[in-house]
Nanobody
Framework: QVQLVESGGGWVQAGGSLRLSCAPSGRTFSRYAMGWFRQAPGTEREFVAANSRSGGSTYYADSVKGRFTISRDNGKNTVYLQMNMLKPEDTAVYYC??????????????????WGQGTQVTVSS
């Protein structure tokens, strides 16, 4: 069983930045494709960003493209989501997800086997 622990959420004013981190348990981090999703109150969970096992491929939702960056450090077993130019509509619970069965799950949430508990991000106007 893989456990994912997110950190780095919080409150920020519009235009500000936050960096989320996610550290899966276990020693096979390099075998996981990683993704970030978010869910705002009253809405469905939506895809934010994905990163391949090597980190060489990334994919973003149009709503965050150019503002958010997903990256990973396989030596530290950590994936990051750098969020810049935050907007009030970015307010949500952000979830880290890991896929070992698919080399490139991308935005397909059903291909991620493991999920974190989520971290709250609140952006005020």
């Amino acid at each position: 069983q893989v456990q994912l622990v997110e950190s780095g959420g919080g409150w920020v004013q519009a235009g500000g930045s936050l960096r989320l981190s996610c550290a899966p348990s276990g020693r096979t981090f390099s075998r996981y494709a990683m993704g970030w999703f978010r869910q705002a109150p009253g809405t469905e969970r939506e895809f934010v960003a994905a990163n391949s096992r090597s980190g060489g491929s990334t994919y973003y939702a149009d709503s965050v493209k150019g503002r958010f960056t997903i990256s990973r450090d396989n030596g530290k077993n950590t994936v990051y989501l750098q969020m810049n130019m935050l907007k009030p509509e970015d307010t949500a619970v952000y979830y880290c997800a890991a896929s070992i069965g698919s080399s490139w799950p991308g935005s397909r949430s059903y291909e991620y086997e493991y999920w974190g508990q989520g971290t709250q991000v609140t952006v005020s106007s």
